[in-house]
């Protein structure tokens, strides 16, 4: 075991719970050093950066690791066990005992950090250091300890990314080879060359096809083989050589892959690495725990939160039953599942966990999209099947508490409305006793990071910045899980009182504006037989005709939607804020969904403005007298949302501090 000089009391991380099942059985620690150049943080003083790699081992006979895929098709060590090992990184206060006993672990977005920004609003670093990816310090003052680790297959190490080893699977008369495919979508005009997921088994072009289409409702068609090559095993081009992919189409290759990773074990590495955290005192080598304090864990609680992919890995690990440890412990007692409806393209035989699914134009037809939907069980009105996200950890009474924040993005794009309605959009639902849901009234799913490069949408980007909703989610689940205080009230628009509907008609005459078809499809799909365990038996998954039915939230005269939890900036409005958006022109054709993109068109400054370019809604001076007149309307909306619990003091401060720049 790796050991730094002055370090033995941290060599460990976290250790092995007693079971023989799951366990991590060595800490490997290659840094440990002051964080934010040792700055304190209220009464809860300094914190320390601890880095680096665990390793673990799973009994394939366990029933709670025979959900994996394929892990009985992996090697095994002396013991009968199938052995990875992942990075880890935490940050923790120096004095643990001085911190609030709780775990804040952030599922990692292809192997990134994002909670400091997203909760301390913080310079984004995957190695933060300095005082400003502490930003305003929110989660030290808090006295949480922050933990990541590596779970996502196909992750180099670059920019300090989080990295996990597994162990590939295969039959006893040799490798497993199978059909696959790969989907490319570009968003740069100069693309080049595409990466495959997996390396082919072959470089010859007559047991592959590369298809195109321009959209997602088009049949594909056939490249000629005389159009593209392989550049490499893993890497393809399109002929005559420097010939650039085109830009918003949607090219799928078929090929033949070997040597699946076994990439369900991402699931049971966070389940065992939070345990490990929670619950153990030393590991196999007798190594203690640093988050302990006289031979006892320290931490009482562990949450836990993801955006958009990872959000949708926090719904599949409960969906999935990995709450529940080897022990019978539960692993988190919150989450708050952020901007995610789906689920995740993980626990499968050549799973593509980087795919979003779906994402409006390409990445339609990957796993990860389907029944069921809501977090209560519910009935497949095609299948007949009963299930829900939570029904494995209802049965083994291991259910976090949850607050689900989802965007405008989500309706449009991924079918959020399916998570309160029942399957065939009939009807509201009730989500169960331990969820809320918070629909942040238009909200983009990206918040004030655009995902698409600069004239790919038609419309101005929404900037609308929903940290301030994040940061009150985790106070308040956080007193709920603690002291169980009943956190706010889930606010979601629905179809009884009309604010959840089939359809909207947005006005035209809004200058700039471009609308889109209509939200994502969600129809069912033929995967194969054997899709329910994990196997993909189609070269591509067929689009049936039955389609469960989305809903998207309804809109006022403005084009904002009406009901959520509404921040200030919507409820006194300066413009049209949607969380879509629409491909332009240049972009692949409009009418199609961009990405995960939303749209911003300000109000005319002036009535002469407004009467100038024909812009039916009233313009700034129309609604508002002057700037103070805004800046008060702004401050009475946000300090509404402070009674109720939906925004925390220090950030009323911030939204009206801000307001009171807006001139015109």
Known sequence: MKRLMGCASLVALMIATTSADARVTRIEITKQEPFATGATFGSVGAYEKVVGRFHGELDPKSPLNAV?????????????????????????????????????????????????PRFNYAA?????????????????????????NGWM???????????????????PSGPIVETVWDEFLFNEANAKQARLSFKAISTDKSQATLYVRGRNSERPTIIPADQWEFVDAQTVRLLPADTPFRIGAIYQLIYKATNPPVAGIGFAATRDIVSFA????ADDAGTPNPLAAGGRPVLSRALSQGNSQSGRYLRDFFYSGFNEDEAGHIVFDGSIPTVASGRMFLNYRFAQPGRINPAGHGFMYFPGSEFPFAYESQTDPFTGKSDGILARCTASRTCPKIVHLNSGTEYWQAGQSLVTTDPLGQRDTTPPDNVRIWSMTSIAHQGVNPAMPKGVCAMPYNMTDYRPLMRAALVAL???VKDGKEPPASRYPHIADGTLVPAVKFNAAIPGFAAAKGPNAKPRLDFGADIDKGIIGKALPIALQDQYRVLVPSVDADGNETAGVTLPEITVPTGTATGWSVRSEAGGGTGELCYLDGAFIPFAKTKAEREATKDPRPSLAERYRDNADYAERVKAAATALERDGYLLPEDVKRIVDKATTLTW
Do not use: C
């Open 124 to 148: 984004g670093s995957n190695d933060p250091s300095t005082a400003q990816h502490a930003g305003d310090g929110f989660l030290m003052r808090q006295g949480y300890t922050l933990l990541w």
């Open 68 to 116: 994996i895929v394929d892990l009985d098709k992996a090697p095994r060590n002396a013991r009968g066990m199938v052995e990875y090992s992942a990075d880890f990184y935490m940050l923790k206060p120096v004095d643990i005992a001085k911190g609030n006993g709780a775990l804040f672990y952030e599922l990692s977005n292809r192997g990134n950090k994002g909670i400091l």
């Open 153 to 171: 297959t196909g992750i180099g190490g670059a920019n300090n990314a989080l990295t996990i080893q597994l162990p590939t699977a295969s039959n």
């Open 278 to 281: 929670r619950y153990a005192t």
């Open 478 to 480: 956080d007193r709920w």
